[in-house]
């Protein structure tokens, strides 16, 4: 089955759209550009236009919602939930606080010290989410960050909106968070597995193959900076509103939507040691790699090289 590839940039990070018919790829960019700058539109905490940014600027009051930023913010608090709340979307202080406080390419890569104190973060039940009324209500001081999820439910949404337009089968990868749709080549699409999203596709690298649903990765190693000599990421532990302390520098999960893919990926890594058990117990494929080097595959993850 042949395949046409278009590469770019989006949502700050590298991004790679795929599709089987190659005839259609053109309507299939089309498609999947406006997803994106919808998503860009509603969801940057980066761009002071941006719904997010002013729903931040608006405490205490009861804010109207575009039906892209009220699903975005559903995602959110469902990943709060179904990870118990080691996903959370009131991470943005803490997280402009450790350093990430403008679009990652221009985080400055080393720094001055910072003074960060251990305490959690507001919490996710703090946000008052209306999704009938598509209202959301947040109290002063909290700031909500849709990072962890909205890079992942960009990924779904385009690759389902690459599909309506070129029918086929579509893959559609943001920053490591794939989202898979239609029909897969023979033998389903392989996915690489790795640290670093841009790295170069390679014959011998671990990869996985799937034909359908989600794959993500979360990583401590490739968004990070060094402050004071100290090395920070952007993976916040909501009990402490710090970069994460983990067992796990990188964690890849499958799942039956990019969303859930990157829940589970997320929130192992903020879970640490416990994250075997958890992932096992939800029936959630990963792969985990330690801070050296070791892997660990829970509920079927396949071993190197079964993709061959």
């Known amino acids: 089955m042949a395949v046409e590839t278009v590469d770019g940039r989006a949502l700050g990070c590298a991004a790679r759209l795929v599709v089987t018919n190659p005839r259609a790829v053109r309507l299939a ?19 002071p236009d941006s719904e997010l940014s002013l729903l931040n600027a608006s405490p205490e009051r009861d804010v109207a919602l575009s039906p892209t930023l009220a699903v975005a913010l559903g995602v959110a608090l469902r990943a709060a939930r179904l990870s118990d709340g080691a996903v ?13 406080d403008r679009d990652f390419a221009l985080v400055a890569a080393d720094g001055g010290a910072l003074t960060l104190a251990a305490r959690p973060v507001p919490g996710w039940h703090t946000i008052a989410f209306d999704p009938g009324r598509r209202t959301a209500r947040l109290p002063a001081g909290v700031r909500v960050d849709l990072g962890a999820t909205a ?17 086929g089968g579509v893959l559609v990868s943001l920053g490591g968070d794939v989202a898979l749709r239609g ?37 401590t190693t490739v968004r990070r900076w060094r402050r004071g000599g100290a090395t920070l990421h952007h993976l916040i532990d909501p009990r402490t509103g710090l970069p994460a302390d983990s067992t796990w520098r990188t964690v890849t999960a499958a799942a039956a939507t990019c969303v859930d893919a990157n829940i589970a990926a997320t929130a192992a890594i903020v879970m640490g040691a416990a994250a075997p058990r958890w992932l096992a117990a939800a029936g959630v494929p990963a792969r985990l790699v330690d801070r050296a080097g070791r892997v660990t595959r829970v509920a079927g993850w396949p071993e190197a090289g079964a993709d061959r």
């Open 29 to 47: 960019e089309i498609a999947v550009a406006g997803v994106l700058r919808e998503i860009d539109d509603a969801c940057s905490r980066f761009r």
């Open 151 to 167: 890079k992942a439910l960009a990924a779904d949404l385009a690759a389902d909106a690459a599909l309506r337009a070129a029918g």
């Open 88 to 100: 959370d979307p009131t991470v943005g202080s803490a997280v402009i606080s450790a350093g990430y």
């Open 183 to 219: 029909e897969a080549p023979a033998g389903g699409w392989r996915i690489q597995v790795g640290e670093d999203s841009t790295a170069p596709i390679a014959a011998g690298a671990e990869a996985v193959r799937a034909a359908a649903g989600g794959v993500a990765t979360s990583s």
